[in-house]
């Protein structure tokens, strides 16, 4: 009897997480309707607002904050983990000015583009219009619950929002200046609703109701987006992981290479835009491999190098296996591998990488154009730093993460990403024929 009894409690459990995501489903879509509908200005209202109370809530959200870190401490976050919780007075900055940014952008609902004429007397062109309804999975950050929120409001979406549980009471603090900042408008409430089980079963079901939820957005680890895009019954904006390249070929300015190549492995080591392999033409790896030897030294990065690399990478340098070039890394270790030329290192390229963002260091006009074309990454640069790679960087002012996908949208994702186009047909009375 115990053990059906246990049962009975476990699906109660269920029906009633499902009852409450059902719920949120439905609200978001009639929110998403009106949002659709929003003017800029209202929108901007509700942004400005949300900045203005968040703003007044300091005290609020640093108890809250608090609260998670001590729960966190308790549970055992690593150092890592619990910084990423962190809401420093610095971050709270941070979303204050993001919400300032993001009114800042230009609105892409309603824009018109490629009006044109057809033989019938017909004008066809397009209109960006909203997705709809967005849920967004992330772990760890609560400041995300505020970018999150902003993006999908200025481009006239509703949003799920489901944040990590060890950042619990900062999403309900955030939520709660969310909330003021769309009455402030008078937008629905239900525009942006954070969910507030930490059930698992939640986010199963959030993926799977496409009668309501229009795109999935995970940000987290591999593990994370791996369950999410194996088990979404709804389309996924996501990338797995950030195994970026950098090619210095061998018409490279020897200065210019070793900068970036520097920078984007040793700027931030965390990142999913961090140069993982370098892969460096064999015309010029006596030069320059020795140069930025010394300089990763100095930063304490581990090398792991090919046989043909490893001399001239100092004694602490090691052999490097095959799973070298395909790991990122998010660490200070580097891949370095010599290749023969161009055709080699795209090759390279197009075998391992994950398809995030990959660069060529080159004074050769041709080969630049060839490696714009020719790589199947979702950004590809010359002559600069793969930290670039973010929708900050790219003049979008946010981000709402990176795509690798190559349906609908592709690198960082902006307001245009959490949009699409539907077709415009005006006329004058005219029948077909």
Known sequence: MQAVSENTVVADATLDVEAYMLRLGQQARQASRQMAAASTAAKNTALLAMADAIDASRETLHLANEQDLQQGREKGLDAAMLDRLALTPAR???????????????????????????????????????????????????????????LCLKSGNAAILRGGSEARHSNQAIAECIRHGLAAADLPAEAVQVVETTDRAAVGKLITMPEFVDVIVPRGGKGLIERISNEARVPVIKHLDGNCHVYIDDKADVDKAVAVAENAKTQ??????????????????STVLPLLAERYHAHGVEMRGCPVALPYLGDEAIAASEADWETEYLAPVLAIKVVSGLDEAIAHINQYSSAHTESIITEDFDRSQRFLREVDSSSVMVNASTRFADGFEYGLGAEIGISTDKIHARGPV????????????????????
């Open 268 to 285: 931030r080591y965390g990142t999913c835009n961090t140069m993982e392999t370098l892969l460096v033409a064999e015309g010029i790896a």
């Open 92 to 150: 709270i900055d941070g979303m204050i000015e993001g919400l300032r940014q993001v009114v800042a952008l230009q609105d892409p609902v309603g824009a018109i583009s490629d009006m044109s004429f057809r033989p019938s007397g017909i004008q066809v062109g397009k209109m960006r219009v909203p997705l709809g309804v967005i849920g967004i999975i992330y772990e760890s950050r609560p400041n995300v619950t505020c970018e999150a929120a902003s």
């Open 414 to 433: 902006g307001l245009d990403g959490l949009t699409s186009q539907k077709y415009i047909v005006l006329g004058q009375g005219h029948i077909r024929q």
